[in-house]
């Protein structure tokens, strides 16, 4: 069972509470997120320092920040409207977002209310901009050249 999860009856909607590794910043994530998939494009893993990004990403008004607002540190890519916002006390990357302005949040925010597991309803769908990896995935999931919108890896 999710340890920060609610479920409002009267809108049906998941809500859950997200907090970086200190505790110092919390979210409040409503709904449903308009992605759930690993994204392998070299502008994720330039911002995050990865060799993919494991997560999902929501409308900003689908977000609240209800503790530690002026905890957040915000990073601006250098030549792209992408941002990464982190804890200045523990460092944890909180979110970020990318040029659609989406709230991207990792797997890692998830899994660490949920006793490791990412929710049911939260789990990847597919990969995208597979075509630019730097680490082969094998899994049964669709994995797109580009964005969902494009061709499949066969």
């Not at 009856?9 to 709904?31: A, H, K, N, P």
């Not at 503790?67 to 944890?92: A, D, P």
Request: net charge positive.
């Amino acid at each position: 069972m999710f340890t920060s999860l609610r479920y409002n009856r009267m809108e049906s909607i998941y809500i859950y509470l997200l907090t970086c590794d200190c505790g110092e910043v919390e979210l409040e994530v409503q709904g449903v997120p308009q992605i759930k998939n690993y994204c392998h494009c070299r502008s994720c893993r330039e911002l995050l320092g990865v060799p993919f990004f494991a997560g999902t990403a929501w409308h900003k008004n689908n977000i609240k920040i209800t503790r530690g607002i002026n905890n957040l540190l915000v990073f601006k890519h250098t030549n792209k409207m992408m941002s990464r916002y982190h804890c200045e006390s523990c460092g944890m990357i909180v979110f970020n977002t990318d040029r659609f302005d989406f709230r991207c949040i990792s797997y890692a925010m998830f899994r660490k209310s949920n006793v490791g597991l990412i929710p049911t309803e939260l789990v990847p769908t597919y990969h995208q901009y597979y075509g630019e990896r730097v680490v082969d995935i094998s899994d049964d999931l669709p994995k797109h050249l580009k964005s969902s919108d494009e061709p499949m890896l066969l």
